[in-house]
């Protein structure tokens, strides 16, 4: 089989195509890293490239299966997030004062040579990670590959860019307050975000968890089993539908003042909903009370970012809008972010036993991508509160340490991504998966 006709397919075909021996490793890998520089001339979605590490990466891939290994991602490529530790290399957070390479693999690097991957480059992301679009002074704009006059979204919108393009099939993402789940919405992919404690993380105190960006629920589910911890294997829940579930559907936002909801995503997430109810679900109304979550939520970020900003390299060469946040952050109490997390643990253990659901659908965000400098100009605090606005459905999930997920749904009439985002309570992810990819298959062409 042709390596360059597989770049853009499912890593669990990938996978499969070297199982069979119709490809190897290094050649899989050389077309992946071919396809990456093409598309990265055009959206920005790389940091950096690894051409010597991936060739490196592939020949011992191809070693272990001639010696008998196998495994689910066995030699697939992945492009790494540039906020993951690999020894060597910089770990920049999309930040001029971050200059300093890491001395070793962290645990998500770590279980990606462990399972054999093949790590081709590392993704672009905002300063710090600290936005829902993709724009820094160190890395300049990334495009979104269905409009490149629209974001990719953030802050994993490098990732999002390189799935979303067919650089890659997969790609490592991070999650501290929709950074998975927006550029999954806004370049139509998918977008897991685990429950709280499942995946090594636990940045911006607590509120962070890893996963990954690709295609289709399967293979999310297969990359996160590997990942992460948990009491029912995903990839196995990604080929069963879920029983008869509760469903709620709210399409308030949380913000105030709020943004009003896109009518061409409001009809998105209303189709899900009556696709959900024809396959036997009971699908209501709901309306969700936040509470005291969104500002939990942000004490909690703004400490966490505040941090962020003290370990770089040379603060002065911080942006000066993440340079206000950051000042805006060191405020916060440590007090005050002790009483929110428990106050978030409390809240995501009885918002979907409050509603009387098993699972909850809302809208990712108010509407699609954004166009590419839709908060240029702006100060820090001002840009925070739009993507506030603009973004009120992803964060209170991170704040409550339940699982979320964004799956797509359909196209808007200018071809932008339409998606909807499912949560669900403590430690089902499993059972979100099975609903995702239930989604999935009733929209999949």
Known sequence: MDAAALVSQSPLAQAAAMRDGQVSAVDLAAATLEAARELDARVNAFAALDADGAHAAAQEADRRRAAGEDGPLLGVPIAVKDDLDAAGHVTSWGSRARTTPARADGPVVTMIRAAGMVPVGRTTLPELAIHGFTESARFGVTCNPIDPGRTSGGSSGGSAAAVAGGAVGIATASDGGGSIRIPASCCGLVGIKPGAGRTPGGGWNGLSVQGCLTRRVADSATYLDLLGDFATPLAAAAEQDPPPLRIGVDLASPATPALPLDPELEAAVRRAADVLAGLGHQVRDVRVRYGAAPAGFVARMLH?????????????????????????????????????????????????????????????????????????????????????????????????????????????????????????????????VSVAAQIERAFSP
């Not at 000066?320 to 405020?331: M, N």
């Not at 009439?413 to 089902?428: F, H, T």
């Open 304 to 432: 966490g970012i505040a941090g962020a900003a003290a370990d770089v390299d040379d603060p002065s060469l911080l942006e000066a809008r993440t340079a206000e946040v950051a000042r805006i952050g060191r405020r916060v109490p440590d007090a005050a972010v002790v009483r929110a997390r428990r106050q978030g643990e409390a809240f995501g253990h009885r918002v979907l036993a409050d509603l009387g659901v098993d699972v909850l659908l809302t809208p990712p965000a108010r509407g699609p991508a954004v166009p590419v400098g839709h908060w240029d100009g702006r100060r820090g605090l001002t840009t925070m509160l739009g993507q506030a606005r603009q973004y009120a459905h992803t964060p209170p999930w991170n704040h409550a340490g339940i699982p979320a997920a964004v799956v797509p749904v359909t196209r808007s009439d200018l071809g932008l991504p339409l998606a909807v985002q499912c949560v669900v309570g403590p430690d089902q992810d499993a059972r979100l």
